[in-house]
Antibody
Framework: EVQLVESGGGLVQPGGSLRLSCAASGFSFSSFEMIWVRQAPGKGLEWLSYVNSFSNTIYYAESVKGRFTISRDNAKNSLFLQMSSLRGEDTAVYYC????????????WGRGTLVTVSS | DIQMTQSPSSLSASVGDRVTITCRASQGIRSDLAWYQQKPGKAPKRLIYAASSLQSGVPSRFSGSGSGTEFTLTISSLQPEDFATYYCLQHNSFPFTFGPGTKVDVK
């Protein structure tokens, strides 16, 4: 089955760190660019970060630049998001998303993992 | 960074109504814009790409137009399954940005 499964979410205190993982299956993970998107409770979608197939092109939203790090392990069909200096406004469901070229089609989404930043 | 705005933020409509949602970019993005529909608890689904191209499998009552900084999504005759939140997305330059969304609910 073609799917993305996120894990690693949970409750963390402000200033803390968390590492999210996304396990890909059913497709050739190494052939696809990947992104992270988040959605705060009751709020809209926020694009967070992008990594290309080779991990040599990476971009971040301003809101997370310097605090979050995207990475991937093609041998393990996995995408990661290392999050540090977490704030209350980082509370959200985090989605791992596959990108299909050439039209930047966000065509496969995981079910998401909830990160709650609270003391 | 390119900022995206949408109007209205919400609207109430009836089945059969024509619905138009506007998305504006803070700078020109050519036609590098997509529209996504999201229903509660579900992943977003792309409706329109390249500002006006209909995604395969999407009903023809959905259409998109515009280029540069102003774009519209039109639903020609709203159906019960169309009550959802709609987001525009610019992919002209990184960081990509979604609009804040337009919630379409039942009048």
């Amino acid at each position: 089955e073609v799917q993305l499964v996120e894990s690693g979410g949970g409750l963390v205190q402000p200033g803390g760190s968390l590492r999210l993982s996304c396990a890909a299956s059913g497709f050739s993970f190494s052939s696809f660019e990947m992104i992270w998107v988040r959605q705060a409770p009751g709020k809209g979608l926020e694009w967070l970060s992008y990594v290309n197939s080779f991990s040599n092109t990476i971009y971040y939203a301003e809101s997370v630049k310097g605090r979050f790090t995207i990475s991937r392990d093609n041998a393990k069909n996995s995408l990661f998001l290392q999050m540090s200096s977490l704030r209350g406004e980082d509370t959200a469901v985090y989605y791992c998303v596959r990108v299909t070229a050439p039209s930047w089609y966000f065509d496969l989404w995981g079910r998401g993992t909830l990160v709650t930043v609270s003391s | 960074d390119i900022q995206m705005t949408q109007s209205p933020s919400s609207l109430s409509a009836s089945v059969g109504d024509r619905v138009t949602i506007t998305c504006r970019a803070s700078q020109g993005i050519r036609s590098d814009l997509a529209w996504y529909q999201q229903k509660p608890g579900k992943a977003p689904k792309r409706l329109i790409y390249a500002a006006s191209s209909l995604q395969s499998g999407v009903p023809s009552r959905f259409s998109g137009s515009g280029s540069g900084t102003e774009f519209t999504l039109t639903i020609s005759s709203l159906q019960p399954e169309d009550f959802a939140t709609y987001y525009c997305l610019q992919h002209n330059s990184f960081p990509f940005t979604f609009g804040p969304g337009t919630k379409v609910d039942v009048k």
